[in-house]
C-alpha cells in the first residue's frame, strides 16, 4: 500500500523568506503523481502545485517549486517570498496514473507565517 | 464557475443521532469523491462515484455509513447511528474525468459527543 509521510507538523518562517515543506511517500510503482493541497483556515483546499512521476523537471507555480528526488521517494515543496497569505495546512497527496485515482495524504504541516 | 459546495460546514450531535452531509460538485463533475480527516490525522479516501454509480466504496469505515448520489448531480453522506469516533472533516472532491485535478470544498466538520 502506498503511504505518505510529512514529518513536520508545524513550521514558521519569516516573512518574505524562504521555507520547505518535507514530505516522503512509499510506492512500488512507476507511474504516479504527487500534489501539494493548501487549505487556509476555514476555507477550501487548493491544489498548490502538481509533478508527474515519469517527469525530470521539478514543477514550479510562481513562488511554489518542488524537489522532486524519485530514487529517494521525496517531494518537499519551496515556499519563496513567504506572504502572510500562505499561511495555512499544507498537505502532499500521491495518486496512482492507472487503476485506481484516490488521493493518499499526509498528514499535513501547518505552515505559520511570521510578519 | 462555483466551486465544491458542502453543507453544513458545522455539525455537533450526539451520540446515536442522524447526520447527513451534502456535497455539490462543480457542475459538469461525473466524479465525486469523498474524504475524512480525524483529528491529527491524514486524509483518508472514503469513496468515489461515476455519475450516480459507486466506482469504489473501500474506504468506507463500516455500515453505519451511507452515500448516496441520485441522479449523478449531488451527494449526501449519511451516518446513522453517528459514533464518537466519526468526528472529523469530512470532504468532498470533483473532477470532470477520472484522472483530472480533484477539486475540494471546504468540508463540514462533525463532532460527535
Known amino acids: 500500500a502506498q503511504t505518505v509521510t510529512q514529518s513536520q507538523p508545524e513550521m514558521s518562517v519569516q516573512e518574505a523568506e524562504t521555507v520547505t515543506l518535507s514530505c516522503t511517500y512509499d510506492?512500488?510503482?512507476?507511474?504516479?503523481?504527487l500534489f501539494w493541497y493548501k487549505q487556509p483556515p476555514s476555507r477550501q483546499m487548493i491544489l498548490v502545485i502538481r509533478q508527474e512521476a515519469y517527469k525530470q523537471q521539478n514543477a514550479t507555480e510562481n513562488r511554489f517549486s518542488v524537489n522532486f528526488q524519485k530514487a529517494a521517494k521525496s517531494f518537499s515543496l519551496k515556499i519563496s517570498d513567504s506572504q502572510l497569505g500562505d499561511a495555512a495546512m499544507y498537505f502532499c497527496a500521491y495518486r496512482l496514473n492507472f487503476g485506481n485515482e484516490k488521493l493518499t495524504f499526509g498528514t499535513g504541516t501547518r505552515l505559520t507565517i511570521i510578519p | 464557475e462555483a466551486g465544491v459546495t458542502q453543507f453544513p460546514s458545522h455539525s455537533v450531535i450526539e451520540k446515536g443521532q442522524t447526520v447527513t452531509l451534502r456535497c455539490d460538485p462543480i457542475s459538469g463533475h461525473d466524479n465525486l469523491y469523498w474524504y475524512r480527516r480525524v483529528m491529527g490525522k491524514e486524509i483518508k479516501f472514503l469513496l468515489h462515484?461515476?455519475?450516480?454509480?459507486?466506482?469504489?466504496e473501500s474506504g468506507m469505515p463500516n455500515n453505519r455509513f451511507l452515500a448516496e448520489r441520485t441522479g449523478g448531480t449531488y451527494s449526501t453522506l449519511k451516518v446513522q447511528p453517528a459514533e464518537l469516533e466519526d468526528s472529523g472533516v469530512y470532504f468532498c472532491?470533483?473532477?470532470?474525468?477520472?484522472?483530472?485535478?480533484?477539486?475540494f470544498g471546504p468540508g463540514t466538520r462533525l463532532l460527535v459527543l
Open positions: 472532491a470533483s473532477s470532470q474525468d477520472r484522472w483530472e485535478t480533484q477539486y
Open positions: 510506492t512500488s510503482e512507476s507511474d504516479y503523481y
Open positions: 462515484f461515476v455519475k450516480e454509480s459507486k466506482q469504489d
